[in-house]
């Protein structure tokens, strides 16, 4: 069985990370795996890269910009929605690839930012060959954006969209819409799968595909890397205090209005007013970082960046006391699994496919949905547990039970066997 996944890069991102998790995941339970990438940045011998020369690179280039510009310039309501949505009006035909035509499975997983258009998927479609598509967002199922946030147009129909400049019935995310609902017409060789159960029920609401198979299995995670590391020796080697409450948070980019940095600031602010025993706390952050000053928290800060390494980050998970996640919409969000597989309890909103991992008063607290009020309890109450050494081992046996290599390898084998035997 050779199995081919797809995605727009190997690196860079929570659906790049998961992709290549996966991979690994199969390949280690020897099922023959490869992935298809637009831009390769890792050195696994195992994926591939379209963009190999200047002219292909530059071509690559050319379709994000002009999958992304028009809407920049014409369509987007404001900055905040500018990564929000995605027409996918511009790619790069794959279905002549060596990786797709000798393949049994297609695997597609997250294909926006000018790798695969409509019209590029819909040609993947046709060739008749069983396709598995790996959910990390909405996009799949809407017009264009990649998390609706309060707007349930996608279960009719896609139009007036609140992400517009100018929304109307025959807006382009109408126009989206249409060209799925083309796309998916008299498809019966997809699979969807989510990494959530909370997405799985929303894409089952959505007309475009809640009459195709949807399955919900979750990302992997490799428990050898991600593991509890010494915290004293992982503080000084950071240059952390030994003795300080220790609060991590930390994404892929911190900029994003989806992370809820603003009521991390809030939150915060509560635990240093509100809140006793709070002069030893200090705050860790890492990822990319354009415009926040983390000088809005009251707490000294310790500011580590992008971590591109596993190695480390499992280090920086392991010297925390909490990792917490104002996330306002997410479905499987790698850094929590992440943090409990570290033994990290997580603080974390009541939200998307959050709740599956972070079991309340368990391996972390869940918070009302943006209540900064709320955030800060938790914060304080897994600061300040008695328990905390009973609460660690609660977050690392909820990975060991769910998400390693094993388990979830197995979960995509028996559904690629299932599509295979038809």
């Keep these: ?30 099922v023959d795996a490869r992935l298809l990438v637009q831009h390769k940045k890792t050195n696994n011998d195992r994926v591939e890269g379209i963009a190999k020369n200047f002219i292909t690179r530059l071509k690559a280039d050319i379709n994000r910009l002009y999958e992304r510009l028009p809407f920049v310039l014409f369509h987007e309501k404001d900055k905040s929605v500018r990564f929000a949505f995605s027409t996918a009006n511009a790619g790069t035909s794959i279905k002549n690839e060596p990786l797709v035509a000798d393949a049994d499975v297609l695997h597609l997983h997250w294909t926006n930012s000018g790798f695969l258009s409509i019209t590029d998927l819909k040609e993947l479609i046709d060739t008749g060959k069983p396709i598995i598509w790996t959910l990390h967002d909405m996009w799949p199922f809407t017009g264009g954006c990649h998390y609706a946030r309060d707007c349930d147009h996608f279960i009719k129909q896609c139009g007036n969209c609140p992400f517009l400049r100018d929304p109307d019935e025959n807006d382009i995310s109408h126009d989206g819409w249409l060209r799925k609902a083309a796309m998916y017409a008299g498809a019966k060789n997809i699979t969807f799968v989510t990494c959530s159960k909370w997405l799985a029920r929303v894409a089952k609401q959505s007309a475009l595909i809640k009459d195709l198979r949807i399955e919900s299995i979750p990302n992997p995670i490799d428990i050898n890397v991600f ?22 948070f930390g994404a892929a980019n911190i900029n994003d209005r989806r992370k809820g940095i603003t009521y991390l ?80 309890p997580v603080v974390a909103f009541n939200t998307g496919g959050i709740p599956e991992m972070v079991n309340h008063g368990q391996n972390g607290y ?54 295979l035997s038809k």
């Design 265 to 344: 600031v809030d939150a915060l602010t509560i635990l240093k007013n509100d809140y006793p025993q709070t002069e030893a706390v200090e705050v860790v952050i890492f990822g990319k970082n354009n415009h926040f000053d983390v000088n809005q928290l009251p707490f000294r800060v310790h500011e580590l960046k992008l971590i591109n390494s596993q190695q480390q980050l499992a280090e920086i998970y392991s010297m925390a006391d909490v990792y917490i996640t104002p996330s306002l919409e997410d479905n499987l969000p790698n850094t929590v699994m992440e943090a409990l597989a570290c033994g990290t």
């Design 366 to 419: 869940l918070a009302e949905l943006m209540s900064a009020t709320d955030l800060a309890k938790g914060l304080h109450e897994v600061l300040h547990l008695a328990n905390a050494t009973e609460m660690a081992a609660k977050a690392r046996q909820k990975v060991l039970e769910n998400y390693t290599n094993e388990k979830v390898a197995q979960q995509y084998i028996e559904v690629y066997q299932s599509i």
């Design 227 to 248: 593991s509890p590391q010494d915290k004293l020796s992982a503080r000084k080697k950071w240059n952390i205090d030994p003795a300080a409450k220790i609060i991590l």
């Design 1 to 30: 069985m050779k199995v081919t996944l797809i995605n727009t890069s190997d690196a860079g991102g929570g659906a790049p990370v998961a992709c290549l998790r996966l991979l690994n995941a199969l390949v280690s339970q020897k």
